[in-house]
């Protein structure tokens, strides 16, 4: 793992993505060119690539490669590879993407909570076991079985990508029943199959909006390229002001970007949504992290942010 964090060097900044709104302050950052801009003003010429991929498996495996330097997932990857990291690559958050409700949507009409779910349900996700939603629905298992069978569920997992998850429940007669999913896509199902409902909102289970979706980057990234590293979280505060007060704009970037063929008053109507607050503080992650320690499914125990976030003035104060 040595040889491939050489490569980490100023001015060079690979970072990787997945789908969806939730990565709309990066969708902002690419198409305005923030990252430059704030490159420039401290004096480095910012080489930008970005990298779409799918489940925190695989961006972790990206991450510890080498192969990108700020990785963009779930805050139970997050944990993850932080626990795993400790004492060798150090990795650590970055900064959140803003808070959003993650709803697990079923078209199978005899599901109505989490204890409805038969053998014969699957439950699309990015990733099984380690993707955020993965963990939210552990979370969620523990309180309704106990800690003892919080991965019940985890065998009717099955890991697909975003869009095509919400294509099977829209489009229904497939295995997949259920999908915990975030924005656009679990509005997309809720607007295009009567049958789909509700089964389960994260931040009922996080306790209230919460950073479901964060960026993180190792020790040495963050050493090594720490005009980088300043120009980046510059431009993420700024991405974060302007969806905030255009968000008719964001609306048109996060379309063009990503190629979205999602309707626009859909993803207008999510990114002006009372429960959706686009920041790059951290909010309730530390409960999860502190769960996946209690049930092992991590060794270290996370006390405060500053354990498993990198300080900077703008994340400080989150938790």
């Known amino acids: ?65 080498g192969n990108v330097d700020i990785a963009g997932a779930g805050v139970g990857p997050l944990f993850t590879l932080w626990d795993r990291t400790k004492g060798k690559q150090n990795v650590k958050g970055v900064a959140s993407l803003g808070n959003f409700p993650y709803l697990l949507v079923s078209n199978n009409p005899a599901v109505k909570t989490i204890a409805d779910f038969s ?23 523990a309180k309704q079985w106990g800690d003892a069978q919080y991965n019940r569920l985890d065998r009717l997992q099955v890991a697909i ?29 809720l607007a295009a199959n009567p049958q789909a409902r509700v089964v389960l909102n994260s931040y009922d289970v996080q306790g209230g909006p919460a950073s479901s979706t964060v960026l993180y980057a190792t020790e040495k990234f963050r050493n090594d390229s ?18 905030q007060k255009n968000p008719e704009q964001a609306a048109d970037i996060y379309l063009k970007v990503t190629g979205g063929k999602q309707d626009r008053k859909l993803v207008l109507d999510v ?36 354990d498993y976030f990198f300080d900077d003035p703008r994340v400080a104060g989150g938790n």
């Open 161 to 189: 990508p975003h869009p095509e998850a919400a294509a099977a429940i829209i489009k229904g007669g497939t295995e997949i029943t259920a999908h915990f999913g975030n924005p656009p896509f679990q509005e997309q199902e």
């Open 119 to 141: 053998d014969k349900d699957r439950i699309a996700l990015p990733a099984v076991g380690v993707s955020v939603q993965s963990r939210i629905l552990q979370l969620a298992s």
């Open 271 to 306: 990114i002006r949504s009372p429960q959706v607050q686009f920041t790059v503080q951290p909010q309730r992650t530390l409960a999860l992290g502190q769960f996946l320690q209690r049930v092992g499914a991590i060794k270290a125990t996370p006390a405060q942010l500053s």
């Open 1 to 65: 793992m040595a040889a491939p964090a050489a490569h980490a060097k100023e001015g060079q900044l690979r970072i990787a993505q997945q789908f969806g709104i939730v990565y709309l302050l990066l969708n902002v950052a690419q198409e305005q060119k923030l990252i430059e801009k704030h490159g420039k003003s401290r004096g480095v010429d910012i080489k930008v690539d970005f990298l779409q991929l799918s489940g925190g498996a695989a961006i972790n495996d990206a991450l510890l490669s």
């Open 226 to 243: 720490p005009k980088t590293y300043r120009a980046f979280l510059d431009a993420l505060h700024e991405a974060a002001q302007f969806v």
